[in-house]
């Protein structure tokens, strides 16, 4: 089963929420490498539908070692990742576990009058599905393609298979677990003490290092989603973010003018944060600007 670059390319322009058949895997010879995106190009899309993919690109799984990753090869799928598709739904078994590459994932909790907040983000930093690993099988919280892209996924029996021979994949596992969870505590502590502006920076600075770029294909609307606030609030810090040369607004695109003045205007979760996975999850894998001090 496999779908032409064309129809990737426009299921991403059109970031529409498909029905789960749609999100098939796609044929990809494994072992191609793209190169990480460059920063500085303003404006400039955040994932290209026809470069080359690899299974390496998320860096858990480049950091395994050669035998752990060559067994897992075999069953790793190539899928496109259109914004708003749910991986994984509230309280369902998960039948596959997923790598993010160039997607970028939101993991929320939905309260029963339909309000949701954003509890962590994944990148190719790391995977969804840990619950898998607990024992647990499920869990309350729902995972959503926020930014569109490609991942791989696996089937979880497999991947639960190679977790228990307890090697790199299962250090590495548990050690992005406990990052995760310092994630999901500071974004706690900052819903409840940090104001707007500094968790709109933050944000945007997760994504920055999540894409390797400072072009990012963002609305206003979904910031606003995302961290739970009201869209007028987000308007007008994007608006003094703005007039300050910090950001550039324009049709759903953020380009970031000055980083160093986004990280002075976040709070300190998002350096707890990062330090944190770079303190657990860095020295094994290749460089990337996510570990980047
Ligand atoms: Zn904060």
């Not at 920063?39 to 993919?53: C, K, V």
């Not at 970031?256 to 330090?275: G, H, I, W």
């Amino acid at each position: 089963m496999s779908v032409t670059s064309e129809s990737l390319a426009q299921e991403l322009a059109d970031s529409r929420i498909l029905p789960p058949r749609t999100l098939r895997a796609v044929k990809n010879p494994v072992g191609a490498f793209a190169p990480q995106r460059a920063l500085g190009n303003a404006f400039a899309p955040s994932a290209s539908p026809t470069a080359h993919h690899s299974p390496k690109q998320n860096q858990l799984l480049a950091a395994l070692p050669c035998v752990e990753f060559e067994r897992l090869a075999p069953h790793l799928e190539l899928v496109p990742m259109p914004r708003g598709f749910a991986l994984h739904e509230s309280g369902m078994r998960m039948l596959h576990v997923y790598f993010p590459t160039t997607s970028i994932i939101s993991i929320v909790l939905v309260l029963a009058d339909g309000a949701s907040s954003e509890v962590a983000v994944v990148g190719d930093e790391g995977i969804l599905g840990v619950s898998l690993f607990m024992g647990g099988e499920t869990t309350p919280s729902r995972t959503v393609v926020q930014s569109a892209g490609f991942g791989y996924r696996i089937k979880a029996a497999v991947l639960k298979e190679e977790f228990n021979r307890v090697g790199a994949l299962h250090t590495r596992v548990l050690l992005y677990i406990q990052a995760l969870m310092t994630q999901v505590a500071q974004t706690a502590m900052c819903n409840r003490r940090h104001s707007v502006e500094q968790q709109v920076a933050k944000r945007l600075l997760m994504i920055m290092d999540r894409t390797g770029s400072n072009s990012l294909t963002m609305t206003q609307e979904l910031i606003a989603n995302s961290l739970g606030v009201r869209r007028e609030g987000i308007t007008a810090v994007a608006g003094a973010l703005q007039r300050a040369g910090v950001i550039a607004y324009r049709r759903g695109h953020i380009a970031v003018l000055d980083s160093e003045k986004l990280e002075e205007s976040a709070c300190e979760c998002y350096a707890v944060v990062k330090l944190e996975f770079k303190r657990l999850l860095s020295g094994n894998g290749p460089s990337h600007p996510f570990y980047d001090a």
